[in-house]
């Protein structure tokens, strides 16, 4: 099997997916692939697609991925309003707690941003 080492890695990846990344660039480039076509695969404009990214993440409780949906959001020019707005419509569903844990996740960057 060759071995593509032509990787686009996104530069606010933190170290462990680079990692993988570079050790695995056929892997890595087959999951920018799919969710390539699952972006294109719909209605839905970037931004959207990123707010339910960000709320994915956080549905999930995965710090580390709302970390990256935030910056990627911010790179986006997405208002950090907009970020907190779904850490508060999260309540209802995953319950106060998780949601105010989601919201530090999501100031973690934008005070880092901002400050």
Not at 26 to 31: F, L, R
Request: aromatic share 4%; proline share 7%; glycine share 4%.
């Amino acid at each position: 099997m060759s071995r593509d080492t032509d990787l686009e890695l996104p530069e606010e990846m933190s170290e462990q997916p680079t990692n993988f990344a570079n050790a695995n660039p056929e892997v890595w480039n087959a999951y920018a692939e799919l969710g390539s076509a699952c972006s294109d695969a719909g209605p839905l404009d970037r931004d959207t697609q990123r707010l339910v990214k960000l709320a994915l993440a956080i549905a999930s409780e995965s710090e580390g991925a709302t970390h990256s949906h935030v910056q990627r959001a911010l790179d986006q020019d997405i208002p950090p309003e907009a970020l907190k707005h779904v850490a508060a419509l999260s309540i209802p569903t995953i319950g106060f707690p998780k949601a105010m844990a989601a919201l530090s996740w999501i100031e973690d960057v934008t005070d880092e941003e901002s400050g």
